[in-house]
């Protein structure tokens, strides 16, 4: 079964990849994969520096991500300028880890899922949901972001309700990690019966 995890910026999805692979499930976060796609020799280097210039590169010849956000958060074409590069790059890294054939339950979690229209490629789809004022504080608190900072993050993204509806279950994460990871036990219990009812 192919699994993805999706869900809200500041809502927990990092917590609770950690809790699935504490639960025995093989993890690998689209996050991560646009890391290594923009470290120094990755994959997208050379097209970004065509599209952004130079100075959107740091001295070490990665990807100034930093500057880079200032500029996509800002700009729709240049955002969607970004995807265009990434998008085809991050999709092939998760379906080829999502096809796997080692017997472990593989975990694609993937941010902007319903935004890129990634949903069909995945058999079943976990949301993680947070109130609004939630990830706002979360992003002000542990990220360092303005209120206007926070929002323009928010209004970048699908709302994560709509997320949730469109989702096959919904762990919510507006309390404490205790809760959440009883949150995730639950999820794990449903997919365990999706599974096997699968086979």
Known sequence: ?????TGGIACGKSLVARFLRELGFAVLDA???VHELEAPGGA???AIASVFGREALSPDGGVDRARLA???FADASARRSLEAIL???VRARMLAFAAGTDGVSRVSVIPLLFESHWETDYDTILCVSSATETQIGRMMQTRGYTRVQAEARLAAQMPVAEKAARADWTIHNDSTKQQL???VQR???WLVG???KAI
């Open 1 to 5: 079964m192919k699994i993805a995890l």
């Open 31 to 33: 996050d991560d994969v």
């Open 44 to 46: 997208a280097i050379p």
């Open 70 to 72: 200032q500029t996509v």
């Open 87 to 89: 998008h085809p790059l």
């Open 181 to 183: 990871k009883a949150e």
């Open 187 to 189: 999820c794990v219990a």
């Open 194 to 196: 999706r599974m096997e």
